[in-house]
């Protein structure tokens, strides 16, 4: 026999097989790309999460088994929404005191500004709100309204990513991390943890990230902009191999990668590419009809109302119903990132919102709660902070109201938390949250004790010490667990 000669024949690398036969891998690698960006978060196939590894089960019975997170991005009014102050119309037009108030942004020339909306009890429980949320009011003995909300900024950037993650700078786990940290996934064909946002809000991808904490964790992106489940979910369906092929590629892909990781036996972000994988291939199976809102009656789509952020909160129930975990779904406006951020306008901007959030908003509690679903899933309602009692003068038209910290409102619903009940309260201006104070950092650590963890015992060791979601802070308010 003649020598080969091109020379001796050497064994290919685990790089030059996947260049050879890459050609039948488009899905696939698509997968690993995704989740490299941020994009894709998988379940625990091959990881820690299925497991709850980072806590080892729960440490108490669960009140909730996920979370809803509807955000309303550039942070709504408490004085407009949930917290009347009818002495804001007794010293109309009066200039606030920066030394009494401690004021922490320029007044601009501001005054008190009443609001212009009625507020009336609601509900067998008799829960205040304006008159801004019509179909929301009917929910009232289902809502626990939190009026002493209080947080460390009144800027953007910093309290956006202290509300996501207990931390104003961009370098710790988000709260969705968290919890696929801590408890994982019930359902191995979609990812535990799904964010819903037409296009990127403030801040953006760091608002779902998984910062150290193993990659698997990172928050799935799926952007809202157009509804097409094959625009949402790109590559559902492989254009040329069916499933069992793809299986047979998928499984010989995991044996090599099974052989390169047992060289790198500590490699998280190897693990988190492999489960990338695994879930790609996954939800071809269960995500087409997971995120198909087409197979949805129209009355209920009306219901919720064909808007953007209605049929993201219609496609969260179908998520939760789907065993997904956490589910955030940003308000955000076309090119507005921050339609809540009513800097001029406010009132007109508040009717318009609202319409859309309250009618939105209304219809997932009402479906949730006809399902069976809101009595263990925990509906979060808010943004980052308030906004000012007094006014922003506007250069031109209608003043607006500006960021405002230090005493606001948020609600939460179902979960184990008490219905028809208001907790905290803010002073006669709405300027200082008085009684009832709740920071950001008790609000996660109460939202995990709903879900059964403590927040004092969820912590990931890196960099030489133990990091949780609410650092060395926080406590489990007591009086809004039903």
Partial sequence: MSPDPRGPRRPLTRRQMLGRTGAGFGLLGLAGALESAGLLAPTAAHGAAAHGVGLGGMHHPAKAKRVIFLFMNGAPSHVDTFDPKPALARYSGETPSADEFKLERKLKGGTFMPSPFRFRPHGESGVVMSDLFPHLSHFADDLCVLRGMHTDTPNHEPGLLLMHS???????????????????????????????????????????????????????????????????????????????????????????????????????????????????????????????????????????????????????????????????????????????????????????????????????????????????????????????PYSEPAKKGDPGRDHHHTGFSMFLAGG?????????????????????????????????????????????????????????????IQDIIA
């Fill in 416 to 476: 184990g938390v008490k219905g028809g009940y208001t907790h905290g309260a803010t002073d006669e201006f709405g300027m200082n949250a008085i009684e009832g104070r709740m920071h950001v950092h008790d609000l996660h650590a109460t939202a995990l004790h709903l879900l059964g963890i403590d927040h004092e015992r969820l912590t990931y060791r890196y960099s030489g010490r133990d990091f949780r979601l609410t650092d060395v802070y926080g406590s489990v």
């Fill in 166 to 388: 207990g931390h104003q700078q961009p370098t710790r786990p988000s709260l969705g991390s968290w919890l696929s940290y801590g408890l994982g996934s019930e359902n191995a064909n979609l990812p535990p943890f799904v964010v819903l946002c037409p296009g990127l809000p403030v801040v953006g991808p760091q608002l779902w990230s998984s910062a150290f904490l193993p990659g698997e964790h990172q928050g799935m992106s799926v952007n809202t902009s157009d509804l097409d489940v094959h625009k949402m979910i790109a590559h559902l369906k492989h254009s040329k191999l069916d499933r069992a092929e793809q299986r047979k590629q998928l499984d010989l892909i995991q044996q090599m990668n099974d052989l390169h990781r047992s060289s790198r036996p500590h490699e998280s972000a190897l693990d988190a590419q492999i489960s990338s994988l695994e879930l790609a291939f996954q939800m071809q199976t269960e995500a087409g009809e997971a995120f198909d809102l087409s197979r949805e009656p129209d009355r209920l789509r009306e219901t919720y109302g064909r808007t953007t952020f209605g049929q993201s909160c219609l496609l969260a129930r179908r998520l939760v119903e789907r065993d997904v975990r956490v589910v955030q779904v940003y308000y955000v406006d076309g090119q507005n990132k921050q339609p809540w951020d009513t800097h001029s306008a406010n009132d007109r901007g508040h009717r318009r919102l609202c319409a859309d959030a309250d009618r939105a908003t209304a219809a997932l509690l009402g479906d949730l709660k006809a399902r069976g679903l809101l009595e263990d899933t925990l509906v979060i309602w808010g943004g980052e902070f308030g906004r000012t």
